[in-house]
C-alpha cells in the first residue's frame, strides 16, 4: 500500500533534511515539500506567508495524484491545526493510501527555540531568511515555544502518530529512526 508520509515538528527540527535523505533512498518516493513549491509562485520573496497559502491546494493535488497514480509521498510539514492534519490524511485515503504520522521533536525539549535560530546557517535554503522575519513579527522565541505547546497538543489528539527523536547534528540517526518505523 502506499504511504503519505508526513513528516510534521517544529520549525527547524530537520523536517526538510530529513525528507531530502528519505527520498534519496527511497527510489521513486516524492518529496511534497511546500517550502520549496511555494518558491515557484511568482512573488514569494515579497510574501512568503501569502505564496504557502497559493500553492497549498496544488500542493494537496500533487500529494493525491502521485499517491494514486505512482508511489509513496514524503511531507515535510509542520502543521498544528488538526484540520489540516486531516486534510492530509483525508487525501490519502481518498487515494487508496495509508497516511504515517511521525512527529520529530528535539531532545532535550528545551532546545526548539535554538535549533529554530540555527536553522539554515551557512545558507542552504534561500527561504530560511524569511521564516526568521516571520516568525519575529509573530512573537519570536515566545512564538517558536507555543507553536511547540501546539504541536504537543495535537500529539495527545492524534495518538496514532509515531514520536521521532531529531537529534541536532545526526540527521542519520533521526533517519535510521524513521527506516525503523517505517520499514519494521
Known sequence: MRR???LNGPP???KSTLARAYVEQAHGTLNADIDVLRTMVGGWTD???RSG???RPAATALVSAYLGESGDVVFPQMLADPREVERYAQAAAQAGAAYV???LLPEPESDVVARFHRRGEGGS???HDQVRTIVAAQGGDASLRRTHERLLELL???PQVRVVT???GDPADTLAAVLAILNP
Open 4 to 6: 503519505l508520509i508526513h
Open 12 to 14: 527547524g527540527i530537520g
Open 47 to 49: 510574501d512568503f506567508l
Open 53 to 55: 497559502i497559493l500553492i
Open 101 to 103: 504520522e511521525l512527529m
Open 125 to 127: 535554503q534561500e527561504w
Open 156 to 158: 495527545e489528539l492524534r
Open 166 to 168: 531529531s537529534r541536532e
